[in-house]
């Protein structure tokens, strides 16, 4: 009889599952062949669109996250963490291979890492030692993770544990090239009602008419949930489902696989903000915040009226999912399973409501969608500890490998973390950028780029139609709002980190020029 090597087994169990559960996996993870290591679980939570200036946990003005703040006090706590972009695929790219976005190319909506360095992610470094699972909701995201297939363990269809589906079809009807199923059946059946620019997807009726033909009540209102299910624009959830079935996953399956690397990546508060009707209106009175006028760069225009309305629903949204996520904490400590476990909250990017702009994936790169959370909470960890100096969003490729006892490889660009390893640098440079409608493989010449170092924070519009290139900058202790452009006034700042950042981009696209 053939035997099966530990990676064949796992495949194996996870074509058992029956509704993204483990049922009937089992008493294959619990095999004794798989057992005895003394290595560290480690467990990444990703929340999507996750800004950090609207988390209570770092002195947000409405009490968001009183359940992450209380898991803060057994946590490393990072108060000036930033992402690589300011949209899932580069921010998410940047965070799974420890690359700077110019580095791994994933540069546009949908787009993926650079074919040749798809070796270099977070899945393939831990190894095989590591049971490796991958669950994301957001389809974008999805298509980085098909891309490290070969190094993922278990890979979760993006709709487990979803309620109703949107679309007829869904990428996981093809199981075998996802990626393909994906771009066909998005782009060119394209069922999303919500896109603007959608495809026919019939030839008697528009892409529009036959989804809402096909799927008729999309929005599932009820009392409570009085704006609708929380929905990706492909199906709609449950926060309590979806962290129910995270949470049994991880202590009924994953526990009898240990060490394992879970990776959960979720869709919430990403737009639409449809919070339960327990937490619809809690945030009544509005916020202290100076109107801002409309950026020449936004890609949108909406009214100060509007802006505050749709920031108290986010606000809404973020509260529902921190209950839910100290309600998971909870029953895994209950559990045990978190004795010997890592646990990671993060996000890809940030939210943006200000200068007529709602949402991310603009060319404005303003700190609230690119600055995002980061708590670490180590086995047995019983107080808190705070750092303050800037970090990168790749930095946690290379602090999971110290974690875990692996050798970091030298191509990485990111550091160690302070307090696993690195050391709190106020004089590090930071590169986070968006440049969407730039070629992937081309020379980065029409993109927002922007510089993070010391207390400072310099953007870079370049290449926009109809605009001469400009220069904003910004003193983010002093001015965290981001009221006073420092460009013309600090000239000797404004000058440092000119020349840095245009050196650096200029160091990025010297190996694009001549293709």
């Known amino acids: 009889m053939p035997t099966l090597n530990r990676r064949e087994f796992l495949k194996a169990s996870a074509a058992l599952m029956a509704g ?6 089992s008493r294959f993870l619990s095999s004794p062949d798989f057992q005895g290591t003394k290595k560290p679980n480690i467990l990444m939570f990703v929340f999507d669109a996750m800004s950090a200036r ?12 009183p359940n992450l703040k209380k898991f ?7 108060h000036n963490h930033y992402s690589g972009g300011n949209f899932t695929t580069t921010g998410t790219a940047s965070m799974l291979t420890g690359l700077n976005a110019w580095t791994h190319r994933a540069l546009n909506y949908r787009g993926m890492v650079d074919r040749n360095l798809t070796d270099r992610n977070l899945f393939r470094l831990i190894g095989n030692e590591y049971t490796r699972l991958a669950f994301t909701q957001n389809l974008w995201a999805d298509i980085l993770l098909n891309q490290f ?5 278990i890979h979760l269809p993006c709709d487990s544990y979803s309620h109703f589906i949107h679309s007829s079809i869904q990428p996981d009807d093809l199981p075998s090239d996802r990626r393909m199923a994906y771009y066909a059946f998005q782009d060119f059946i394209n069922l999303r009602v919500d896109d603007p620019n959608a495809f026919p997807g019939s ?7 036959l989804a809402r033909a096909l799927v008729p009540n999309r929005n599932h ?23 129910d079935g995270v949470g049994g996953l991880v202590k009924h399956s994953l526990v009898q696989s240990e060490p394992y690397l879970a990776y959960f990546h979720l869709w919430s508060p990403h737009d639409p903000y449809n919070a339960r009707n327990d937490f619809v209106g809690m945030f009544e009175q509005d916020l202290p915040l100076q109107a801002k006028a409309r950026h020449p760069f936004s890609g949108g225009n909406h009214s100060e009226n509007a802006l505050r309305q ?25 559990s045990g399973v978190l004795q010997n476990s890592y646990v990671i909250v993060t996000s890809d990017h940030g939210e943006m409501f200000e200068r007529g702009e709602l949402g991310h994936a603009t060319a404005l790169m303003y700190a609230p969608v690119t600055h995002i959370p980061l708590l670490i909470s180590a086995p047995g960890q019983v107080s808190r500890s705070d750092f303050h100096s800037a970090t990168s969003n790749m930095d946690l490729l290379p602090t999971i490998l110290e974690i875990a006892g692996k050798e970091i490889p030298k191509w990485v660009e990111g550091r160690l973390l302070p307090g696993f390893g690195g050391t709190e640098d106020p004089t590090r440079s930071i590169f986070p950028m968006m440049g969407k409608d730039n070629a992937a493989f081309q020379p980065i010449k029409h ?19 109809g605009h001469d290139d400009q220069f904003e900058l910004y003193h983010l202790a002093q001015d965290p709002q981001e009221l006073q452009n420092l460009f013309s006034k600090d000239i000797t700042t404004a000058s440092h980190m000119k020349d840095e950042l245009l050196e650096a981009i200029h160091a990025a696209n010297r190996n694009f020029e001549k293709r």
Do not use: Q, W
């Open 447 to 465: 993109a927002t780029f922007v510089l993070i170092k010391k207390a400072y924070e310099l953007i870079f519009y370049t290449g926009y139609p």
């Open 72 to 78: 803060a006090e057994r946590a490393s706590v990072y």
């Open 20 to 25: 993204a559960t483990f049922a009937g996996a």
């Open 310 to 334: 749709f920031r108290r629903e986010y606000d809404e949204f973020i509260a529902d999912l921190d209950a839910e996520f100290g309600r998971l904490i909870s029953d895994l400590e209950r």
């Open 54 to 65: 609207h988390l209570s946990l770092y002195g947000y003005d409405r009490e968001t996250t």
């Open 149 to 153: 297939e070969s190094d993922i363990d």
């Open 221 to 243: 209102i009820s009392d409570d949930y009085p704006r609708g299910l929380p929905t990706n624009y492909d199906y709609s959830y449950e926060n309590t489902s979806v962290l």
């Open 203 to 209: 030839l008697l009726m528009s892409s529009s008419d």
